[in-house]
Structure formats: C-alpha cells, structure tokens
C-alpha cells in the first residue's frame, strides 16, 4: 500500500531516504519525526547541536534499513528509539539545569537591586515609552545633559571622576529616597511580577554578551586568520568613523539611540522598517534576475 502524503502521526521522512521505500508500517511503528520546528524541539528537550547530531545519525541508520531487509529494519527501529530517547533525556536535563541557574541567578539580581526596584520601574515605563511625551523628553535630558558636558568642556580624567562620583551618590541615595518618593506600601503583586521580568532580561542580556565574548574567543582558536582579519577591518572602520565624527557628538548619538531602542522594539518601528527593507531588496533582487533573463 502507498504511504500517505505528508507526515504520518508525526514521522517526516529524510529527503535521503525515499518514503516508499521504508512503508507505512515502519513510521507508524516508531513515529520517528526528524523535521522538528525549533518549539518542537525545545518541547520535547531537542536543540541545536544535539538535534543536528541526531538526524544525522538517523539518516545513516535508516538508509543502513533501507538497503538491508525487514529484520534490519525493526533492528535500525529499536536503535533510532533509544537514541531519541538518550537524545532527549540528555538535552532536557541540560535544559532543566540552564533554567535552573537562569532562576537563581535572577533572584540574586532581585535581592541586590531590590532598593531600586521603584526607580527601575519608573525608568521601565519611559523607555517603553507608555505615554506620548516620553520620546521627546527623553531626547530633551539627554540633549541637556550633552550640552552642559560640550559648555564646560572638561578633561577626561574630570569627566570620568564626575561621573563615577554622581554613581556612587546613586547608589547611596537611590535606596534611601525611593520608598519615601515613590511609597513601599504601593508595591503590588503586578510591579513585583514585572521587576521580575526586568532582572531576567538582564541576566538574559549578560548572558548573551558573555556568550558573544566566548564566541570571538572560540573563532580566534578555531579561525585566527578570520579573527584578525575581521577584527582589523572592523576596528579601521570604527576608527575611520570616530576620525570623520566628533567624539562628543557620536557618544550623543550612540546614547540617543540605546534609550529610545527599548520603545523602538517595543512599538515595532525597527521591525517595521526592517520589513521595508528586506521588501525593497527583495524587489531589487528579482528586477536583476528579470533583466539576466
């Protein structure tokens, strides 16, 4: 009998391995799926290199059935099994501990900023931009601030101390004025669950940023000259823009656009002209394949 179009009960077939030549019978036997959606996988404790790994090995063991006969099928059948089963066991216990220390990591970075919980709040909202006015007057303090540094016009070593000195003031008086500016007793269930959910996108973005670190690393190993070539490149061009730019005015412009990026994705303007974009390329991409025709 011929197999059915599509997926059977969850099996998706290798593209090296023809359908009809493993039958209806072998993929409902051991409901093999080895085309998972990236939810899929994380579901069911399968990602990235684990998964990659996976398929791979089951491709070669079912092209082995394949070319041998019924009995090295069940036997090629009870192999995928166990490796599905090994697979995923290994990867969700993975899973289970990244959760884990992701959660004890966020509870130590709630109880150290615990005194700035209501500030943190508050500067939450702005950034998200929850009422009209917050852009422009995000623009206008940065602004301000910006062209008292450009009047004054101090040294490098001044700046620096001035501005590790008004963190330091922060840190001490931040904790102090906040429960009688803002009232702890206004604290609710809801502020407490959205503190909750800066602190872990905080740990999520160090952990991303040791991850990019590890990963240059990683290619300075593995690839050296791509390293050095794509660091070199990279840092003449940083160089050549700071050259052609005033110091000042970059520093303003790279931190303009970090305190409205947050509203930015939160109001979907980046991903929307992102779209654009990728539409007009898109447009140009297939014009140049016209013409070639």
Same mark, same amino acid.
């Given at each position: ?22 039958? %209806?019978?072998?993929?409902?036997? &051991?409901?093999?799926?080895? /085309? ?8 069911? *404790?399968?990602?990235?290199? !684990? ?30 099994? %166990? ?11 993975? /899973? ?12 130590? @970075? ?13 500067? /939450? ?45 922060? /840190? ?9 500016? &803002? ?33 240059? &690393? ?18 003449? !061009? ?19 656009? @970090?305190? @409205? ?6 109001? *979907? ?25």
């Amino acid at each position: 009998m011929a197999p059915p179009p599509g997926h059977w009960r969850g099996f998706s077939p290798l593209t090296s391995v023809s359908s009809h030549a493993l039958g %209806s019978g072998w993929s409902d036997l &051991f409901k093999l799926d080895l /085309d998972l959606s990236n939810e899929e996988r994380a579901s069911q *404790g399968l990602s990235g290199k !684990a998964a990659g790994l996976y398929k791979r090995a089951a491709g070669r063991i079912l092209a082995l059935g394949v070319r041998r006969g019924s009995l090295w099928r069940i036997c090629c059948g009870f192999v995928l099994c %166990s490796l599905r089963r090994h697979t995923s066991r290994t990867m969700a216990e993975g /899973d289970n501990r990244s959760t884990n220390l992701l959660a004890a990591e966020t509870a130590s @970075l709630e109880e150290q900023l615990q005194g700035w919980g209501e500030v943190m709040l508050m500067a /939450d909202k702005i950034l998200r931009w929850e009422r009209a006015w917050f852009p422009p007057a995000i623009m206008g303090v940065v602004s301000l601030v910006f062209l008292t540094i450009y009047y004054l016009d101090p040294s490098v070593l001044s700046g620096v101390s001035c501005f590790v000195m008004f963190l330091c003031l922060a /840190d001490y008086l931040v904790p102090i004025l906040a429960p009688r500016i &803002f009232g702890s007793n206004k604290w609710t269930t809801e502020q407490q669950q959205r503190f909750h959910e800066i602190c872990s996108n905080l740990v999520k973005t160090r952990r991303r940023a040791v991850g990019w670190w590890k990963r240059l &690393f990683t290619l300075k190993e593995e690839k050296p000259k791509m390293y050095f070539m794509t660091m070199i490149i990279s840092l003449a !061009a940083v160089a050549w823009v700071g050259q052609q730019v005033h110091n000042l005015l970059l520093t303003y412009l790279i931190v303009t656009f @970090l305190l @409205l990026l947050p509203g930015l994705n939160q109001h *979907g303007i980046i991903s929307k002209y992102i779209g654009m974009a990728k539409r007009e390329i898109n447009k140009l991409l297939k014009q140049k394949e016209k013409k070639n025709e």
